[in-house]
């Protein structure tokens, strides 16, 4: 029985690097299903998903490759493509996106599984059970004691993703470092942004014509990381700030659902400060 599998890989650009890989799929039993390939000739890297099927268990496979990927100093990331990622969610008060992605999961539109919900605050815990997710209440007073709860459930619940659904709380960069490449953050604007408090009421008093919002990885610079994802839409001068927040909420709900999906199907690499998404 053959089982579907996602490579993703990145080296220092140079001839022969598909015919590597494709020959090492076809040699060893699998079917490619879709490929897809990208160069970045400002700094010669080179970047390839390649979906296929295969007899092998994973774990064979992962073996298997690693000549290959020590042979051309490739960083390779090899996963099954059914398995849902496991992510832990965290919010604070405002529920949309924590709701969309929650619905999205149980309707299977979302490759995810949600062992746990956190929040420093106990507004969402009823919306979390009525997905019957586990809510986990861990106030930020102590920051570190909280963060330090944070790396625990992420731990023992053997979670691969963080989605920071509208926590309304900055991370330590000790934080940040250790949730390199699997945190994900949804901020209210597409960046940059109207900082500070009332972002919305900043937007109407500027009379902006477009809202929107941006999914990155989280970083220590705050909201600077990598973007995945974003999205805008046009406003007019009838809006007002409550119809602007209506809107951006919406917003912000499907953009950091599309990017959590592509992050779950293997389609997003790390480009230093930046991102290749392939579709």
């Given amino acids: 029985m053959s089982t579907t599998i996602v490579l993703t890989l990145t080296c220092p650009d140079r001839a022969g690097l598909v015919y590597a890989v494709t020959r090492w799929i076809a040699e060893s039993g699998g079917n490619i299903l879709d490929s897809q390939q990208f160069t970045d000739t400002a ?46 969610v965290m919010v604070s008060k405002e529920g949309h996106c924590l709701n ?20 420093n605050h106990r507004d969402l815990e009823r919306l979390a059970s009525t997905y019957g997710v586990p809510f986990h209440h861990v106030p930020t007073g102590d920051k570190a004691a909280a963060e330090a709860t944070v790396l625990r459930l992420v731990a023992e619940l053997d979670v691969d993703l963080v989605v920071l659904a509208r926590y309304m709380q900055i991370l330590s ?4 470092r250790s949730l390199s490449g699997r945190a994900i953050n949804i901020h209210h604007s597409f960046l940059p942004s109207f ?19 941006t999914a990155h990885y989280v970083t220590a610079d705050l909201d600077e990381g990598p973007i995945i994802d974003q999205e805008v839409q ?25 990017a959590v999906a592509l992050h779950a199907e293997s389609r ?10 392939f579709s």
């Fill in 195 to 213: 900082k500070g408090a009332r972002p919305y009421h900043q937007a109407h008093d500027r009379g902006v014509k477009l809202i929107g919002a």
């Fill in 43 to 88: 700094d010669s890297e080179f970047f390839l998903r390649v979906h296929f099927d295969h007899p092998e268990p994973v774990e064979a496979l992962r073996a298997s490759f690693v000549p290959v990927a020590a042979e051309h100093a490739m960083r390779f990331h090899l996963v099954v493509a059914e398995q849902p990622t496991r992510t832990l």
């Fill in 268 to 277: 997003v690499l790390l480009n230093g400060p930046r991102t290749v998404v």
């Fill in 173 to 176: 960069d000790d934080l940040c």
């Fill in 234 to 258: 046009r406003v007019d001068h009838r809006m007002t700030p409550a119809d602007l927040a209506r809107v951006g909420r919406d917003v912000e709900a499907r953009t950091l659902s599309r």
């Fill in 100 to 119: 969309d992605l929650l619905y999205r999961q149980s309707t299977g539109a979302l490759p995810i599984e949600v062992p746990a919900v956190v929040s």
